[in-house]
């Protein structure tokens, strides 16, 4: 099984891409979240040219934050960097874009966002749309050697939803999985590989990802302790975020397992006072995946972040991994959070065990 990290990004991210690349991890992802950390492609640049094996992948790219000749340029240029070893992870967006107010995009506006950003990566003519108006584009110099297309630049999405599983198995893409939870977490595994067979592939050519936050604890400490709330808190805070988007914009909610949780109640209760009221959600996605605000620290239990992280004993990550592992995830993927890096240790630690 491989193990990745994924990173609020920052410009030295490089640092903690080339540590977990002497620790054995196989994977590093980049978050693309304009509003909430730095640029993903300048964080890879840096770590392409400062790691020598490990793949790095954009975890994820949202299509409507970048029009697809710059994805496709930013992609082969680091595949220049990095020959063979970048990822292009994509999803139609939460963070990024519920953080500037906005829902996810249409998954077929997805689909022909990627069509593009292969189709030009392969050398061809792809018609595009801008300010209104169709326009056929594709790279005029790839003779000058600038950047690299040649070498294969894998393809993952972020993937939840029927709809988008079916789309990942029609592209024959990999799979990126955002779990809380062992028993949710081979449900969905389940489904994706259901619908990976209905289009005719080999089961054993499904790359199937589990992004997962988590503290591995010491024996007797709790699941709300100070080191446990800075590194699994901020999930456990993001099922609040989910929940206040929902409420405040009066969306279905997405959270069935958590709909009747005190902590959930309260907090949407708390995001209706959030300023000013023409965008809550600038408050409301604050730290968002990297620290626990103050004001919603009371609702961040103990409870709520064993139920939406991987935060227990060794042993007992040990075992929900390779519940994981059997029911068909290739790779767990630990996201660190900003001041928090030395637990990359524990998890490389566990990660020996998967060797």
């Given at each position: 099984m491989d193990f990745g990290i994924a990173l609020p990004?920052?410009?030295?991210?490089?640092?903690?891409?080339?540590?977990?690349?002497?620790?054995?991890?196989?994977?590093?992802?980049?978050?693309?979240?304009?509003?909430?950390?730095?640029?993903?492609?300048?964080?890879?640049?840096?770590?392409?040219?400062?790691?020598?094996?490990?793949?790095?992948?954009?975890?994820?790219?949202?299509?409507?934050?970048?029009?697809?000749?710059?994805?496709?340029?930013?992609?082969?240029t680091l595949n220049s960097l990095a020959p063979g070893r970048i990822d292009f992870g994509v999803g139609t967006g939460f963070t990024a874009r519920r953080a500037m107010g906005f829902g996810a995009i249409k998954i077929k506006d997805m689909e022909a966002y990627i069509h593009q950003v292969y189709g030009l990566l392969a050398g061809k003519t792809v018609d595009?749309?801008?300010?209104?108006?169709?326009?056929?584009?594709?790279?005029?110099?790839?003779?000058?050697?600038?950047?690299?297309t040649g070498d294969p630049i894998a393809l993952h999405l972020s993937a939840f939803g029927p709809r988008t599983r079916a789309l990942t198995a029609r592209l024959k893409a990999g799979w990126i999985d955002f779990v809380g939870n062992v028993e949710a977490g081979v449900r969905e595994v389940v489904a994706m590989r259901e619908d990976w067979g209905k289009a005719g592939h080999a089961m054993g050519d499904l790359q199937a990802t589990a992004f997962a936050l988590g503290c591995v604890l010491q024996d007797?400490?709790?699941?709300?302790?100070?080191?446990?709330?800075?590194?699994?808190?901020?999930?456990?805070?993001?099922?609040?975020?989910?929940?206040?988007?929902e409420a405040l914009l009066n969306m279905k909610p997405t959270q069935a397992l958590l709909a009747q949780r005190p902590e959930l109640e309260g907090y949407v209760a708390?995001?209706?006072?959030?300023?000013?009221?023409?965008?809550?959600?600038?408050?409301?996605?604050?730290?968002?995946?990297?620290?626990?605000?103050p004001a919603e620290k009371k609702f961040v239990t103990?409870?709520?972040?064993?139920?939406?992280?991987?935060?227990?004993?060794?042993?007992?990550?040990?075992?929900?991994?390779?519940?994981?592992?059997?029911?068909?995830?290739?790779?767990?993927?630990?996201?660190?959070?900003?001041?928090?890096?030395?637990?990359?240790?524990?998890?490389?630690?566990?990660?020996?065990?998967f060797a």
């Open positions: 990004t920052a410009a030295d991210s490089w640092k903690q891409a080339k540590r977990a690349e002497e620790l054995g991890f196989t994977h590093a992802w980049f978050y693309d979240t304009q509003m909430l950390s730095a640029d993903c492609f300048v964080a890879m640049g840096a770590a392409a040219v400062n790691t020598k094996r490990i793949r790095l992948g954009t975890g994820v790219l949202v299509p409507s934050n970048r029009i697809a000749p710059v994805a496709a340029n930013a992609l082969a595009f749309e801008m300010e209104g108006q169709s326009r056929k584009i594709r790279f005029l110099n790839p003779e000058l050697d600038l950047f690299n007797g400490e709790p699941a709300d302790s100070e080191r446990a709330m800075a590194q699994a808190g901020p999930r456990a805070a993001v099922m609040l975020h989910r929940a206040a988007d708390l995001a209706r006072t959030y300023e000013p009221k023409d965008a809550p959600y600038l408050e409301n996605h604050r730290g968002h995946l990297m620290f626990v605000k103990a409870d709520l972040i064993r139920a939406t992280s991987f935060t227990a004993t060794e042993g007992e990550i040990k075992q929900r991994i390779e519940a994981l592992r059997g029911a068909g995830y290739t790779q767990f993927t630990i996201q660190l959070v900003p001041g928090q890096e030395a637990a990359l240790a524990d998890w490389a630690h566990i990660r020996k065990a």
